[in-house]
């Protein structure tokens, strides 16, 4: 297989759950080989109903997201960033905004969220969306850790 010359964009949909780390040290070990830059993206958007959390002084979204972004990233690689990884945080649902940016990447790595039972067997909302709609290839990270020990996250 031959290098790839050009830089390629991979996007990793980011939540903060262990399937989405999962999926960021995933995107980062195919990433290496291809000289492919990992593009760790999370999205967030205001409530329909913003106005009511306005009224209890919840009104920090974006500031919310990025500090989730953050943690994720370095729970996937530590403090010391690879040079091949940036990270955004853009405001969108996951579901639309994932298919978005779907148009300019090589590939979209998600992680899944099962739900336990026959649940389990299915994929989560934002990742099923982006198999059916996304621009480019899409890969579905499974949590080893979890399903080894039986566990599915909510």
Same mark, same amino acid.
């Given at each position: 297989?031959?290098r $790839?010359?050009? #830089?390629?964009k991979?996007?990793?949909? $980011?939540?903060g759950?262990?399937?989405?780390i999962?999926?960021l040290?995933v995107?980062?070990?195919?990433? $290496?080989?291809?000289?492919a830059?990992?593009?760790?993206?999370?999205?967030?958007?205001?409530?329909?109903?913003?106005d009511?959390?306005?009224?209890?002084g919840?009104t %920090?979204?974006?500031?919310?997201?990025?500090?989730i /972004?953050?943690?994720?990233v370095?729970?996937?690689? @530590?403090?010391?960033l690879?040079?091949?990884?940036? +990270?955004? &945080?853009?405001?969108?649902?996951?579901?639309q905004? &994932?298919?978005?940016? +779907?148009r300019?990447? %090589?590939m979209i790595v998600v992680?899944?969220r099962?739900h336990? @039972?026959?649940?389990? /067997? /299915?994929? @989560?909302?934002?990742?099923?969306?982006c198999?059916?709609?996304?621009h480019c290839? $899409? /890969?579905?990270?499974?949590?080893?850790?979890k399903?080894?020990?039986?566990? #599915?996250?909510p």
């Amino acid at each position: 297989m031959d290098r $790839v010359d050009s #830089t390629g964009k991979i996007i990793v949909g $980011v939540d903060g759950s262990e399937a989405s780390i999962t999926a960021l040290r995933v995107a980062q070990r195919l990433a $290496v080989p291809l000289g492919a830059e990992v593009v760790a993206t999370a999205f967030w958007e205001y409530p329909r109903v913003y106005d009511g959390y306005v009224a209890m002084g919840i009104t %920090d979204f974006e500031k919310a997201a990025g500090e989730i /972004l953050d943690k994720a990233v370095e729970k996937a690689f @530590g403090p010391a960033l690879p040079d091949n990884v940036v +990270s955004r &945080l853009v405001r969108n649902h996951p579901r639309q905004g &994932l298919i978005e940016v +779907s148009r300019e990447a %090589d590939m979209i790595v998600v992680g899944r969220r099962g739900h336990g @039972g026959f649940g389990g /067997l /299915l994929l @989560g909302s934002v990742s099923s969306a982006c198999v059916a709609h996304a621009h480019c290839p $899409v /890969l579905v990270v499974h949590n080893p850790d979890k399903e080894a020990s039986g566990q #599915t996250e909510p």
